[in-house]
């Protein structure tokens, strides 16, 4: 199958000219894939930042793994940096969206 969806022809480097109405989907395709490539590589990166911090501020994290004991305020911030990380990706994701026409 295409990129296009098209499943009847499969024909890729004739396609966008026997099939003239694929050549948008294929755009929008395109499109989406640069659109997903950046933000993979934004959160890439503030993996790696996060990544490079933990290793500073506390090397032994993945060892004690406190935020997993019910009851303690590791757990909590946990919770509330998962929920804040959620926030950005979801806020990433919109900025990346088209403008819609109103």
Do not use: N
């Not at 490539?37 to 500073?56: C, G, M, N, P, V």
């Amino acid at each position: 199958m295409l990129p296009c969806g098209c499943e009847t022809h499969t024909d890729e480097l004739f396609h966008g000219t026997l099939f003239p109405e694929c050549i948008k989907a294929q755009a929008e395709f395109e499109r989406k894939s640069a659109v997903y490539d950046t933000l993979a590589a934004k959160l890439r990166s503030r993996e790696i930042d996060l990544i490079k911090f933990l290793h500073d501020a506390s090397p032994s994290i993945d060892k004690e793994q406190k935020h997993l004991d019910k009851g303690t305020t590791e757990r909590a911030y946990w919770h509330y940096g998962y929920l804040v990380a959620l926030r950005d990706a979801l806020e990433l994701f919109a900025a990346a969206e088209p403008a819609k026409e109103r």
